[in-house]
């Protein structure tokens, strides 16, 4: 098939690399020229993947035109906030494509998960999937083996989608539920900010493990307030991408929530870790999605605290551990 790829971070390019190896034709598209640059003379981009080397059948342009037309597919691989953007431009050349988009966030002030933002920009011709699960970009790209899950409205779309990537080291899984999907990984983004704090302060195994299991009663709680299935948060999209997120060296989030357990103010944590966090992003919408659902999320309040108003990280791991006694079941 023709697949265009909407964004060349490390994460469009490492599924670029993956449906290449699929013999897909893939173009990807950045309104970088200095990375399509990279990209078509050195068939690498060092500052998202450094000692990766991609196939020299990957194109990339900065022309989305060139990039959307003839593809049968998009991935829409950009930050969560630049989602409805790009995806008002990708309506400009859109026909008949299923657009998969593969970032993980809630928008800002409408507080809409990212398919809706989409579906409002794009209008209704065009099928909408979300890939999403525990699969970090760099081992991806070094075809170590993952598991994700795709939604989709239809069960058509879900299960092409899900052929297309699908190999002997990226397996997929569809799934009907995805308001649980993009639930999940968005909420999960805001924990892992937590775990690398806790990194940060010091603390161990028996803390970060409190804070995961915590973290996905969160989790949970907003998700089935809102409308996802329980088997979605306790699979791929749900406790795995929270694991993952939470313990992993890849993780943005939790590199930067790290650095803030080191003392290091949000602003020169984010400059260090030099890509976008996008647990971040998230951090109020999620609390904002709280108050909307009457649903109680400590964890991601404290979050926002230290985040946004200055509160000290082990202030507020204090403050959690000293909440009122509350029955686990």
Known sequence: MKIGVIG????????????????H?????????????????????????????FSEELRAYTDMAEVVKDSEVIVLAVPSVAVRECAKKLKLYL?????????????????KRLSEVIREEIGSKNEIAVLSGPSHAEEVAKRMPTVVAVAAEKEEVRDKISDIFMNQYFRVYPNSDMLGVEIGGAVKNVIALCAGASDGLGFGDNTKAGL?????????????????????????????????????????????????????SLEDALKEVNMVVEGVNAAKSIRELGKRYHVELPITEQACNVLFEGKDPKTAVLELMGRSKKKEV
């Open 25 to 53: 034709a893939v173009k990807v598209w950045s309104r970088n020229s200095d990375e399509t640059t990279e990209i078509n003379e050195k068939h690498e981009l060092k500052r998202y993947l450094p000692g990766v080397i």
């Open 212 to 264: 995961i299991t915590r973290g996905l009663a969160e989790i949970l709680r907003l998700g089935l307030a809102m409308g996802g299935k329980p088997e979605t948060f306790y699979g791929l999209t749900g406790i795995g991408d929270l694991v993952v997120t939470c313990a992993s060296r890849h993780s943005r989030n939790h590199k930067a929530g790290e650095l803030i357990g080191k003392g290091y």
């Open 95 to 111: 026909t008949t494509q299923i657009v998969v988009n593969v970032a993980k966030g809630i928008e800002a002030g409408s507080l």
């Open 8 to 23: 060349a971070g490390s994460w469009g390019l490492a599924l670029a690399g993956l449906l290449i190896d699929n013999g």
